[in-house]
């Protein structure tokens, strides 16, 4: 029996009727799907995919905090959003941090399920004593940082606001839905903004100081205290210069994209763009998520050329796609694109890839001046900040960027498709699956394309979980053992997701995780029925692709990261051999040849009840 964590409350939202209907959560559908990712992967399996167009109104947009959110285990401050992605048409999945998911848990609530469509811009507002459906028309064509500044000053301070900006209302495939007003937390990946957009929903407000409880308080708030100092010992890196002190060593060992993932090394260009530059030039101060200890968030002030920044500075994913990957290495004009693209409601890491993309496709003259408007030249940070607020307004040649890379090679055709990097549709985080070979097979079979949230290429980096049967770092080159590798992680930091907390927690041994989860809960799990409970997710998330249409054809990765060797660098003659790779993980997964789980795989992981139900309702 669960005995905290949760509220046990989820509010199910028909924008057509624009009805809201609290339903409760009981505690087997709970301790099978354990909230966050899991529980919102529960609903889009069975709810979500009743066709296969993410802006139809039957199609959820789906927003869950975890167990342990709103509680004060480390970094738990966190909410995953699910839905069927428009820009790989495929199972869409993102995780993000701030103060919003707390916020949620404060007004009494676990989750929302938004389905249908208002006539017209509407705002979502969540309070323990109130739940409603507002107007929000003159909020339509505002930016995210006006409106959560609309929605603070009628509200208060201490609200939370979640928005998309104009790109998700012009239903932009790579469009986000962002939180913290100008720290830009962003749920940025494939395109969940848009979804949002089609339903006409501008904002959620959420609101309230109700308490999360706590199974074993005491015993929790000792454990924590006692792990504060070596997490943060662990973590400083990240406190010093956050995500984006990890510039110089990705360029180093290979894993920094330069040149639309062409070049191999670029060693000046990512010294002017590091994180160490961005220390001295603009930082005024870390940013915390909601219960974090980290503070990896970069607080910025800045006057440049090109405009004056003031809040969220860009990470390493936005230096990457916006800097090294455009050959770049302005660090004003990178804030102040990181800065357009979280008003927008653009995702950084998308644009920045579509706009290198478009670079290498004006120098090899598949594009040509009069169909951009201007000269898309390598290292021009003026052509790149005007394509940012193209994309971000879908004017323009922004228009077409802005449904993605796959699409965009599409429509430019010739040789286009050849250096469109991708992975079901969905542009890679900014790091090289030449550099890892998990990263590759990681890549080739998550879910959601090439997303590096399983984060198993760290134990070819920097760290060892010997819990998990990894003391020591592994060969990043080597193929060997890799398909286990990437599995144990995938179910393992979907737990993460599940229960809600960052991943740079996987420093920590999974049995501080796993009793800290149990102290809150109530429940007993130990080790194996903790990765248990994340390969039974996993597969679910899988079902959503198969039930999607999605395959083994699927599961590659494009020409760039399989033909093309770097040549120099860190990384400069691996090629993953992506086919083999991929069988062995089906079989290490008990997939058959095509990756549909076998019926064993399914009745083992207690999955039956899911597909008969499906079944029923597909025979109806």
Partial sequence: MIKGGYRKKMIWVDLTNRSTEVQILGDELLERFIGGVGLATKILFEEGLKNKDPFSSDSPLIIMTGPLTGTMVPTSGRIAVVAMSPETLSYGECDIGGTWGVGLKRAGFDGVVIEGKS????????????????????????????????????????????????????????????????HGRAAGRGG?????????????????????AIYQFEELQTSVR???????????????????????????VGDLPIKNWAWGRWKEGAEKISGESLKKQMFKKPYFCGACIVGCGRVIEASTVYGD?????????????????????DLGAIAVGNDLCNRFGVDTISCGSVIGFAMEAFEKGLIAEKDVGFRLDWGDPKAMLRLVREIGLREGFGRLLGEGVKRSAAEIGQSAERFAVHVKGLEPAMHDARAFASLALSYATNPNGATHWSASYLLEEKISIPELGYPEILDRFSEQGKSRLVKTMQDYVTMFNSIKMCRFLLRVNPSQIIGWFNLVTGLDHDLRSFLL?????????????????????????????????????????????????????????????GGIPETSKIAELGLQKEIENLTRGDSK
Avoid: H
Avoid at 129 to 158: H, M, N, P, V, Y
Avoid at 196 to 207: D, F, H, P, R, Y
């Fill in 309 to 329: 920044v003031a809040g969220g500075g860009p990470e390493y994913e936005t230096l990457a796609a916006l800097g090294s990957n455009c050959l770049i290495d």
């Fill in 226 to 252: 006692q792990a504060i100092s070596e997490i943060k010992k662990k973590t400083k890196a990240f406190s010093d210069f956050g995500t984006a002190g990890g510039v110089l060593f990705a360029e180093e």
């Fill in 119 to 182: 006539d017209s811009p509407v705002s979502l507002l969540i309070f323990p004593e109130e739940i409603k459906i507002e107007d929000a028309s003159s909020l339509w064509g505002q930016d995210t940082f006006e409106t959560d500044t609309f929605f603070k000053q009628r509200w208060g301070q201490k609200v939370k606001v979640m928005s998309i900006g104009p790109a998700g209302e012009r239903l932009s495939k790579i469009a986000g839905i962002f939180t913290d007003g100008v």
């Fill in 533 to 593: 409970t994340g390969e039974r997710i996993t597969n679910l998330k899988r079902l959503c692709n198969v039930r999607l249409g999605f395959g083994r054809k699927e599961d590659t990765l494009p020409d760039r990261f399989t033909k093309d060797k770097r040549g120099t660098g860190g990384a400069a003659e691996y090629l993953p051999n992506i086919e083999e790779m991929v069988t062995q993980y089906y079989k290490e997964r008990k997939w058959d040849d």
């Fill in 192 to 212: 969940l903004g848009a979804v949002m957009g089609s339903k006409n929903l501008k904002a959620i407000v959420v609101g309230g100081d109700l308490r999360t």
